[in-house]
């Protein structure tokens, strides 16, 4: 099955914007469901689908498309979606992953060759929530920059190429790494002008770049810049699927065509060529295209929702500077787990709230679309 036929029109993708946002299961089964596609869900990056909400969908493409299994992450709708995102990103190819954790290791080690110092932000998922995979598995030196910022500022990556090119022993950068959207800093967007210094420097001097772009997706909303702008300044790009594009898992590494080839030997050796990965990302290539305008009315609802929460003394709400997907809600006079308890039985869900506070940090996605900012407002009124 090429990727043409599968988001061709009708049957599940003839749905277009209401099945992307899964705004009621009629649309769907035909049969109308209370329990299914209604929740407000403040935690997920996507729709947050249920075990049950995931397989109806499945179930309902396997009855409508030809579904083409992959072998070993090989071929089949795999490829397909390979494809879709290569051209998304106007890259020459990429290739799936089972994972973000690997997607970053395998860009950087390739990427790095002989040159095992590698550039990247103090906050990136790579530096702290990979397991120093890329140290002990790849025998790679990361160099952590900017700890408590979002930004490396071109300065201090002159300073770590200098002091590395001048040791008793040359030691080379050969990649910088960087992530924007941060998730360690609630979502927070890397600075445009210094994130395009620091790429035009590192060309310059023949250091290879590589973007954590795992919710990269949102960035055009909040910058103005495309995808294929933001893809253009780095060699290589990862792409989460499941974030933002509502599968089981996976991760998507493009690059150019020289890069990708071959890489599924390095995938197999690192235990990530699954032998059937079509089940977890069968339903990702019908969100892609239409993401960003689904994220766009989300945040158009979010916004009045916002403004309504304002004007109530119980609630303060503030943005994040530089922000993408995130706002931070504090709750006055009210305990956050009660709180969120009242909201869960009327099917909003919110996140857990930051440490020691009833500051909830909510996610903007398009589970916002299934109801109206009035009703959201008032439900939050109510649960307060």
């Given at each position: 099955?090429?990727?043409?036929?599968?988001?061709?029109?009708?049957?599940?993708?003839?749905?277009?914007?209401?099945?992307?946002?899964?705004?009621?299961?009629?649309?769907?089964?035909?049969?109308?469901?209370?329990?299914?596609?209604?929740?407000?869900?403040?935690?997920?990056?996507?729709?947050?689908?249920?075990?049950?909400?995931?397989?109806?969908?499945?179930?309902?493409?396997?009855?409508?498309?030809?579904?083409?299994?992959?072998?070993?992450?090989?071929?089949?709708?795999?490829?397909?979606?390979e494809?879709?995102?290569?051209r998304?990103?106007?890259?020459?190819?990429?290739?799936?992953?089972?994972?973000?954790?690997?997607?970053?290791?395998?860009?950087?080690?390739?990427?790095?060759?002989?040159?095992?110092?590698?550039?990247?932000?103090?906050?990136?998922?790579?530096y702290?929530?990979?397991?120093?995979?890329a140290?002990?598995?790849?025998?790679?030196?990361?160099?952590?920059?900017?700890?408590?910022?979002?930004?490396?500022?071109?300065?201090?990556?002159?300073?770590?190429l200098?002091?590395?090119?001048?040791?008793?022993?040359?030691t080379?950068?050969?990649?910088?790494?960087?992530?924007?959207?941060?998730?360690?800093?609630?979502?927070?967007?890397?600075?445009?002008?210094?994130?395009?210094?620091?790429?035009?420097?590192a060309?310059?001097?023949?250091?290879?770049?590589?973007?954590?772009?795992?919710?990269?997706?949102?960035?055009p909303?909040?910058?103005?810049?495309?995808?294929?702008?933001?893809a253009?300044?780095?060699?290589?790009?990862?792409?989460s699927?499941?974030?933002?594009?509502?599968?089981?898992?996976?991760?998507?590494?493009?690059?150019?065509?020289?890069?990708?080839?071959?890489?599924?030997?390095?995938?197999?050796?690192?235990?990530?060529?699954?032998?059937?990965?079509?089940?977890?990302?069968?339903?990702?290539?019908?969100?892609?295209?239409?993401?960003?305008?689904?994220?766009a009315?989300?945040?158009?609802?979010?916004d009045?929702?916002?403004?309504?929460l304002?004007?109530d003394?119980?609630?303060?709400?503030?943005?994040?500077?530089?922000?993408?997907?995130?706002?931070?809600?504090?709750?006055?006079?009210?305990?956050?787990?009660?709180?969120?308890?009242?909201?869960?039985?009327?099917?909003?869900?919110?996140?857990?709230?930051?440490?020691?506070?009833?500051?909830?940090?909510?996610?903007?996605?398009?589970?916002?679309?299934?109801?109206?900012?009035?009703?959201?407002?008032?439900?939050?009124?109510?649960?307060?």
């Open positions: 099955m090429n990727r043409r036929s599968f988001v061709a029109a009708g049957g599940l993708l003839a749905a277009g914007a209401a099945f992307r946002t899964a705004a009621g299961s009629a649309a769907i089964t035909g049969k109308p469901d209370p329990t299914l596609f209604k929740t407000v869900d403040f935690a997920a990056d996507g729709l947050g689908l249920s075990p049950r909400e995931y397989t109806t969908l499945l179930d309902q493409l396997a009855a409508t498309h030809e579904l083409q299994a992959d072998y070993y992450s090989n071929g089949g709708l795999v490829e397909d979606l494809r879709t995102f290569a998304v990103l106007g890259k020459e190819r990429a290739i799936l992953l089972p994972t973000g954790t690997l997607a970053n290791h395998l860009a950087v080690r390739k990427l790095a060759g002989a040159d095992r110092r590698v550039l990247v932000q103090a906050e990136s998922h790579l702290n929530d990979s397991g120093d995979c140290q002990i598995l790849s025998g790679l030196n990361l160099i952590p920059l900017a700890a408590g910022n979002s930004t490396i500022e071109l300065t201090e990556v002159q300073r770590w200098d002091r590395s090119a001048g040791g008793r022993v040359e080379k950068v050969g990649v910088i790494s960087i992530e924007t959207p941060v998730r360690r800093r609630d979502h927070q967007m890397f600075s445009l002008d210094e994130l395009r210094r620091i790429c035009a420097y060309r310059g001097r023949g250091i290879r770049l590589h973007l954590d772009g795992a919710r990269m997706f949102n960035l909303h909040h910058s103005g810049v495309g995808l294929q702008e933001f253009a300044l780095f060699d290589t790009v990862y792409v699927v499941w974030k933002h594009f509502n599968g089981a898992a996976g991760a998507i590494l493009a690059g150019d065509e020289s890069f990708i080839e071959g890489l599924f030997h390095t995938r197999r050796l690192f235990g990530g060529s699954l032998h059937n990965l079509w089940p977890t990302v069968a339903l990702a290539a019908q969100f892609v295209d239409g993401y960003q305008a689904d994220y009315k989300a945040w158009d609802a979010a009045e929702l916002i403004a309504r304002a004007a003394d119980r609630f303060e709400v503030r943005k994040v500077p530089d922000g993408t997907s995130r706002f931070l809600l504090t709750v006055r006079g009210a305990k956050p787990a009660p709180f969120s308890e009242r909201l869960a039985k009327k099917g909003v869900m919110l996140p857990q709230p930051k440490p020691d506070s009833a500051t909830f940090p909510m996610q903007v996605n398009p589970t916002l679309a299934r109801t109206s900012p009035q009703a959201l407002s008032r439900l939050f009124v109510e649960a307060a």
